[in-house]
């Protein structure tokens, strides 16, 4: 498995690249859910690369750019395991020198992530803007579990052109339904014990909801089962139920409605979604 550091020396691999390349850009402290981007990527493609960043323009002020996990060799290891033939570890200095360019998208960064954490899909799409071209992939592969941005990034590739099919792949779950998260390492037993709430609720809307059901109606089912007795220490951020293509609010289910949930467990803060139909 190559290991490449800047820019220079990818390119000069990948010149010597004509077939295919699968992408798979992430932040590292790698999971199960990673692995299995990756290895939808070498199914389907000859080369995978795997891109290792923790980028600082997707986190505001007050979020944990600083004490995300790094775990770099334990990522080296696990990827030599699945398969993959390149990883890119690119630094600050490199993807970012004196930048004055941006890649920004409207109204779709206005609510649910965007609207909590103002400026991240901008810094989202700008990294991942770089990494496109610098990583020239055939394919690029990104979890549902962070669906909106997913959503986000499919609409810059087809309003910039870039020529790469974009595939999204599914949720990785604990046994008890918690997504795979890196931010999980953060949870103490306790919180841990109680993040699930996030998939139950989930589990509770696709079972109870159907088509044409009031959404004001679901919110109050899920209020009633779960919200009103929420630990004191974990914090609703969202819980919305939005058309899952544009994010926009609708009066009833229908087959492109999808619940969005955030909710801080202590300081961390975690997400998930599921199509309710
Ligand atoms: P991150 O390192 O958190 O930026 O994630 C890198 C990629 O892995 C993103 O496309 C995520 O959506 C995806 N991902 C993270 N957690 C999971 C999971 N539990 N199942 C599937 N994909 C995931």
Do not use: A, S, V
């Given at each position: 498995m190559h290991i490449f550091k800047d820019v220079k020396s990818y390119s000069k691999w990948r010149e010597s690249i004509d077939t295919s390349v699968g992408f798979v850009p992430t932040m590292g402290c790698l999971h199960a859910g990673h692995s299995f981007l990756v290895q939808n990527s070498v199914k389907e493609n000859e080369n995978t690369v795997v891109s290792i960043f923790v980028n600082p323009?997707?986190?505001?002020?007050?979020?944990d750019f600083e004490k995300y996990p790094r775990t770099i060799d334990d990522d080296i290891r696990l990827l030599e395991e699945t398969g993959c033939s390149a990883v890119f570890l690119p630094y600050n200095k490199m993807m970012y020198d004196n930048p004055k360019v941006f890649v920004d998208v409207d109204?779709?960064?206005?609510?649910l992530c965007g609207e909590k954490r103002p400026g991240h899909f901008k810094g989202v799409l700008t990294v991942v803007a770089k990494l496109f071209n610098i990583i020239r992939p055939t394919r690029a592969y990104f979890g549902e579990k962070d669906y909106q941005q997913f959503v986000i990034i499919n609409k810059m590739v087809k309003d910039l052109f870039f020529e790469l099919e974009m595939r999204m792949i599914p949720i990785v779950r604990e046994k008890d339904g918690l997504a795979l998260s890196s931010?999980?390492?953060?949870?103490?037993e306790e919180h841990r014990k109680h993040a699930v709430i996030l998939s139950e609720i989930i589990r509770f809307a696709q079972e109870n909801c159907f088509e044409g059901m009031k959404i004001t109606e679901a919110y109050k089912m899920i209020r009633n089962k779960f919200l009103e007795n929420i630990p004191d220490f974990m914090k609703v951020d969202y819980v919305d139920i939005r058309n899952?293509?544009?994010?926009r609010f609708e009066d009833n289910i229908t087959r492109d409605s999808r619940i969005f949930l955030a909710i801080y467990c202590g300081e961390t803060r975690l997400i998930d979604n599921g199509k309710i139909l």
């Open positions: 323009t997707q986190f505001g002020p007050n979020e109204e779709l960064d206005e609510m931010r999980n390492r953060y949870l103490c899952g293509n544009d994010f």
